[in-house]
Every structure is written in structure tokens, then in C-alpha cells.
């Protein structure tokens, strides 16, 4: 099963924007790019999602590269509500299970 | 909608006693999950279901059966629980294709001693 690799944590200033990337060098053409984020004492909240071509959504982007050996999330303007774990996970588009790794723990500074 | 609901919130049982927990959504998803996340982790899968009547095997399913006679209905249960299974348990949904997300409960807060 194709993994990811994020970094263990990250920090970022309030109103700054904030990138966090993932590795997944052995995706697969059908696996999909998921990232979800866990706030604190909370069940995980899905976040953006992709195949190939970058994404906007209301929350964030999601930036693909080309090979898709690796993605970014952006968070434009971090908030202090954005202070959580952030995991990136592929999901194939023909098996059910999700593997979350570890994530990116993500302190925002006032 | 009340989406994904998770019953109890919280237990602590002693070692060799057995509960079931309950997961329900209203969401008419196909697909159904249990994953536990130990402190300081990421969640792992124990069991999941693609359909009413069905259930498979995740990364950790020793120690656990589930059952899903309903489709809105999931249920995770521990037969002699174990102060390993001291956990927070967390219940997902989806629909069947990889391009929908899942959504997820509040989780079970389980203290085994």
C-alpha cells in the first residue's frame, strides 16, 4: 500500500499563509490525495482532496506536483482555529481503507 | 442532519469485561469504519464494512468483531477487553468511490484496567 511521509511538526505566524507538504512517491495512477485535519479532542475533519490538478476549496489548496510524487496543502491565512494535526493520506480509487501515518502537528502563533 | 454519532462517549471497563460500541449515520453511506488512535498517534483501521451484512478486516482486528445488520448501523465490539484496547475509537462513513471523503464521529474515550 502506497504511504506517505509529512514532516512530525510546523509552525506558522497568525494571518500568515502556511504550506505543508506530503511525499508519496509510490502513488499509484487511481490513488486519490486526501488531507484531513484533527483539532484537539476532536474526530478528524476532511479538509481537500485530488487526483491530478490543483484544488481550491473553501477551507484551503491543494497543489499537485506534475509526478504526483508530492503535494502541498495551503492554508492562505493560518488561523489560531487552524492549530491542529494535519495527515495526508492516498486513497485507491478500488480499496476502502485509508492509512493515516503520523501527520503534521501545526502550531499557529499569535 | 445529525451525521456520524458515536454511543457511548466515554467507558472504563475492567480487564476480561465486554461492551459494544455504536455507530450510526444518517447519510444513506455504503461504507463504514472503525479505527482506534492510540495517544500521540495516527488513527488505524480495525474493521470495516462496504455494505449492510458485510464486514472485512483493517490493519488491527485482533481483539474485536463488528457487525452491521443495518446500513446506518455499525457496531465494534470487545469480548474480554484488554488494557492494550485503552484507546479512543473513532467511527467514519463514506460513499463508496475514493473520490468522496469520509466523515467522522466524536470518538469513544475507552480506559481498560
Known amino acids: 500500500d502506497a504511504k506517505t511521509t509529512q514532516p512530525n511538526s510546523m509552525e506558522s505566524n497568525e494571518e500568515e499563509p502556511v504550506h505543508l507538504p506530503c511525499n508519496h512517491s509510490?502513488?499509484?495512477?487511481?490513488?486519490?490525495i486526501h488531507w484531513y485535519r484533527q483539532l484537539p479532542s476532536q474526530g478528524p475533519e476532511y479538509v481537500i482532496h485530488?487526483?491530478?490538478s490543483n484544488v481550491n476549496n473553501r477551507m484551503a489548496s491543494l497543489a499537485i506536483a506534475e509526478d504526483r510524487k508530492s503535494s502541498t496543502l495551503i492554508l492562505h491565512r493560518a488561523t489560531l482555529r487552524d492549530a491542529a494535526v494535519y495527515y495526508c493520506?492516498?486513497?485507491?480509487?478500488?480499496?476502502?481503507?485509508?492509512?493515516f501515518g503520523s501527520g503534521t502537528k501545526l502550531n499557529v502563533k499569535p | 442532519n445529525a451525521g456520524v454519532t458515536q454511543t457511548p462517549k466515554f467507558r472504563v471497563l475492567k480487564t476480561g469485561q465486554s461492551m459494544t460500541l455504536l455507530c450510526a449515520q444518517d447519510?444513506?453511506?455504503?461504507?463504514m469504519y472503525w479505527y482506534r488512535q492510540d495517544p500521540g498517534m495516527g488513527l488505524r483501521l480495525i474493521h470495516y464494512s462496504v455494505g449492510e451484512g458485510t464486514t472485512a478486516k483493517g490493519e488491527v482486528p485482533d481483539g474485536y468483531n463488528v457487525s452491521r445488520l443495518k446500513k446506518q448501523n455499525f457496531l465494534l465490539g470487545l469480548e474480554s477487553a484488554a488494557p492494550s484496547q485503552t484507546s479512543v475509537y473513532f467511527c467514519?462513513?463514506?460513499?463508496?468511490?475514493?473520490?468522496?471523503?469520509?466523515?467522522f464521529g466524536p470518538g469513544t474515550r475507552l480506559t481498560v484496567t
Open positions: 509510490t502513488i499509484s495512477g487511481t490513488d486519490y
Open positions: 467514519a462513513s463514506s460513499y463508496s468511490s475514493a473520490e468522496y471523503e469520509q466523515y
Open positions: 447519510m444513506n453511506h455504503e461504507y
Open positions: 493520506i492516498l486513497r485507491p480509487y478500488n480499496f476502502n481503507k485509508f492509512y
Open positions: 485530488g487526483l491530478t
